[in-house]
């Protein structure tokens, strides 16, 4: 097992590919493994158990709470105390307790650390982490996450860390359904978008979502910085989690499913859009 500053990434995605990246740049990445084997990939692994022989820390970047627990059930063998795994995948807050408590079983330290910011924010290294558990191992990952963002938030506990984050994307994925419906509608009253988006500018909807989409929209590029199948995930856990607090979480849902079901699944959220082009 390596140190502090040695770390190792489990799961090559659009954002754990570039995070894995910029710890290489920075003579830190000690481990990289991915489902879908990518050996010309920096120090990569064969297995998530040989990344943790090799480094102190671990980051896991997956998909979905099945993804997680298959990810954390094979380094279980291998992890020790002064292991400390960092968990960046958006998960509900019950999955998030009892992964923790996983861990802990083995003498590592866990923190859920979910984030926020799409490719071009991790490109950046503007990345922004809800940081959840202990105060010595919320520290401790406090110390490798800022070499990736511009902000941490230390929120308590483990699930209330994942909570916060399903919290914010509903906010993200109300906006951008909501962003889509306008512009719609706009473009229907022969309103040119250059029209739209200045007006929108000045008024008190814009939003940092409104700017970091404005050109995908105004040129239909749907490649992906966020996916739609993602967000239906967060969108899928956020309702079974808060139940009948969300229902306009539900409504947003049905509509990623929509845009997942007519061929949007791998393209960005602002695929939205495509539903009200039918």
């Avoid at 807050?93 to 926020?116: I, N, Q």
């Avoid at 490719?119 to 990345?127: F, G, H, I």
């Avoid at 520290?139 to 909570?163: C, M, N």
């Avoid at 995908?216 to 490649?223: E, G, I, M, Q, V």
Wanted: proline share 6%; hydrophobic share 40%.
């Amino acid at each position: 097992m390596g140190s502090d500053s040695s770390t190792g990434v489990l799961g090559l995605g659009i954002i754990g590919s570039i995070w894995a990246r910029h710890l290489h740049d920075d003579g830190m990445l000690a481990g990289s493994w991915n489902r879908t084997p990518r050996p010309s990939f920096p120090s990569w692994k064969g297995s998530p158990a040989e990344v943790a022989d090799s480094a102190g820390v671990l980051i896991v970047v997956v998909s979905d709470p099945p993804a997680v627990e298959s990810v954390l059930r094979a380094l279980l063998p291998r992890l020790r105390p002064g292991h400390l795994v960092i968990q960046s995948s958006t998960i509900d807050p019950a999955s998030s307790r009892r992964f923790c408590e996983l861990v802990a079983g083995s003498g590592a330290a866990y923190v859920e650390a979910p984030f926020t910011g799409s490719k071009p924010a991790a490109e950046q290294r503007q990345t922004v982490f809800y940081m959840g558990g202990e105060r010595a191992a919320v520290e401790r990952a406090d110390s490798i996450l800022a070499r990736l963002s511009q902000k941490r938030f230390p929120i308590g506990l483990p699930e209330q860390a994942a909570t916060l984050k399903l919290a914010c994307n509903l906010q993200i994925a109300c906006q951008m359904e909501a962003l889509c419906e306008a512009l719609a509608w706009a473009r229907s009253a022969g309103i040119p978008d250059d029209t739209f988006f200045s007006a929108l500018r000045v008024n008190a909807a814009w939003s940092g979502l409104s700017q970091l989409k404005e050109p995908k929209l105004k040129s239909r590029d749907y490649s992906p910085q966020f996916s739609v199948k993602h967000m239906l995930k967060d969108m899928r856990l956020a309702v079974q989690t808060g139940r009948e607090r969300l229902p306009l979480g539900a409504a947003v849902a049905d509509r990623l499913r929509l845009a997942a079901e007519n061929r949007s699944a791998d393209e960005d959220i602002s695929a939205l859009y495509r539903n009200l082009d039918r």
